[in-house]
C-alpha cells in the first residue's frame, strides 16, 4: 500500500495567515491526488482533485500542488469558515489511501 | 443533483454482520465509482472499497469491484441497479469495525458523499 504522511498534524493559526499542509507519498503517485475537507459531524468534501484542480464552488483562496511524492495545499488568507480537518489521498493504486489528517485550528 | 443517503442497524453484534445501503437519488448509478469509506471515532479515513457498475437496456451489465486487502476477506459490496441502491456487507465484525461508514462516488475521486452511517459493535 501507499503510506501518505500529511504535516503538521495539527496547525494553529489566524485568520486572514497563508497556511500550508503537505502530503508526502510513499512512491511516485504521478498528480493522483486530492484533498478533503472535514468538519466536525460532517462527511468530508473534495476540495481538489488531480493535485491541483479546485472543484467547483470551492473558493479560489485554496490551492493544490505538487507532483511525483509531495503534495501541498495551501490557504492564501484563512477565513473562519477554513477551521476544519484536511486530508489527502491518493487515487494512483489500490488501495487508496489517506493522510492521517491535519487539524487547522485557531 | 445526486444525493447519497445511507442506511443499515447502528448496533451490530460482535462476530456478526454488518450490512448497510446506499441508496442514490437524482442520478444514475452507471458509469461511477462506488466507494465505501469508514471512520473510527477520533481517527481518520479509510478506504474499504469501490464498485464500479456499467450497464444498459442495450447491454449486458458489467460491474467491478476492488476490497482493501485489510478487509477484503470479509467484505463485499453490491448493487440493485433497478433500486439505485449499493450494499455493503461486513462479516465477523469486531469493536474495530466500529465507525461512521461513508459511501461515496464521483469519476475515480470522492466527488459525492453521503452523510454518513454510524455503526457500533458491542454486545
Known amino acids: 500500500d501507499i503510506q501518505m504522511t500529511q504535516s503538521p498534524s495539527t496547525l494553529s493559526a489566524s485568520v486572514g495567515d497563508r497556511v500550508s499542509i503537505t502530503c508526502r507519498a510513499s512512491?511516485?503517485?504521478?498528480?493522483?491526488l486530492a484533498w478533503y475537507q472535514q468538519k466536525p459531524g460532517e462527511a468530508p468534501s473534495l476540495l481538489i482533485a488531480?493535485?491541483?484542480k479546485l472543484e467547483s464552488g470551492v473558493p479560489s483562496r485554496f490551492s493544490g500542488s505538487g507532483s511525483g511524492t509531495e503534495f501541498t495545499l495551501t490557504i492564501s488568507s484563512l477565513q473562519p469558515d477554513d477551521f476544519a480537518t484536511y486530508y489527502c489521498?491518493?487515487?494512483?493504486?489500490?488501495?487508496?489511501?489517506f493522510g492521517q489528517g491535519t487539524k487547522v485550528q485557531i | 443533483q445526486v444525493r447519497l443517503q445511507e442506511s443499515g442497524p447502528g448496533l451490530v453484534k460482535p462476530s456478526e454482520t454488518l450490512s448497510l445501503t446506499c441508496s442514490v437519488s437524482?442520478?444514475?448509478?452507471?458509469?461511477?465509482?462506488w466507494s465505501w469509506i469508514r471512520q473510527p471515532p477520533g481517527k481518520g479515513l479509510e478506504y474499504i472499497g469501490y464498485?464500479?457498475?456499467?450497464?444498459?437496456?442495450?447491454?449486458?451489465?458489467?460491474?467491478?469491484?476492488n476490497y482493501n486487502p485489510s478487509l477484503e476477506s470479509r467484505v463485499t459490496m453490491s448493487v440493485d441497479a433497478s433500486q439505485s441502491k449499493i450494499y455493503l456487507k461486513l462479516t465477523s465484525v469486531t469493536a474495530a469495525d466500529t465507525a461512521v461508514y461513508y459511501c461515496a462516488g464521483g469519476s475515480l475521486v470522492a466527488r459525492l458523499w453521503g452523510q454518513g452511517a454510524q455503526v457500533i459493535v458491542t454486545s
Open positions: 437524482g442520478g444514475f448509478i452507471n458509469d461511477f465509482y
Open positions: 464498485l464500479y457498475y456499467s450497464g444498459s437496456a442495450n447491454s449486458n451489465p458489467s460491474l467491478s469491484t
Open positions: 512512491q511516485s503517485l504521478s498528480r493522483w
Open positions: 489521498q491518493q487515487y494512483d493504486s489500490y488501495p487508496w489511501t
Open positions: 488531480q493535485a491541483s
